[in-house]
């Protein structure tokens, strides 16, 4: 069964830092470019973080410099380290993977793969 499960969210304070991990199953991990996402409420689905299977990274300019995708083959697991989270990045965090020719990295309709998403709260 093809799984991809999120963890690592919760409520931490504005400036805070958190790292969410998405652990993925049965599928070949290394094969797949991935991606996370965040939707607010009210809001709709957006890119924040995207990794390529070379290992190219690309982020949107709102969180640049303050989030890192990165993917560890070994374990099939794909991180998200967020540091200096502000209230803006309320919101519940997917990650997702995909394998087609022409990938757009930011771009939801890239992805297959979905997980069910762990909520992260930024509030004083």
């Known amino acids: 069964e093809v799984q991809l499960v999120e963890s690592g969210g919760g409520l931490v304070q504005p400036g805070g830092s958190l790292r969410l991990s998405c652990a993925a199953s049965g599928f070949t991990f290394s094969g797949y470019y991935m991606g996370w996402f965040r939707q607010a409420s009210g809001k709709e689905r957006e890119g924040v973080a995207a990794?390529?299977?070379?290992?190219?990274?690309y982020y949107p300019n709102s969180v640049k410099g303050r989030f890192t995708i990165s993917k560890d083959n070994a374990d099939n697991i794909l991180h998200l380290q967020m540091i200096r989270l502000k209230p803006e990045d309320t919101a519940m965090y997917c990650c997702a993977a995909g394998r087609w020719a022409s990938w757009i990295p930011l771009s939801r309709g890239s992805y297959a793969l979905w997980g069910q998403g762990t909520q992260v709260t930024v509030s004083s």
């Open positions: 990794i390529g299977r070379d290992g190219s990274t």
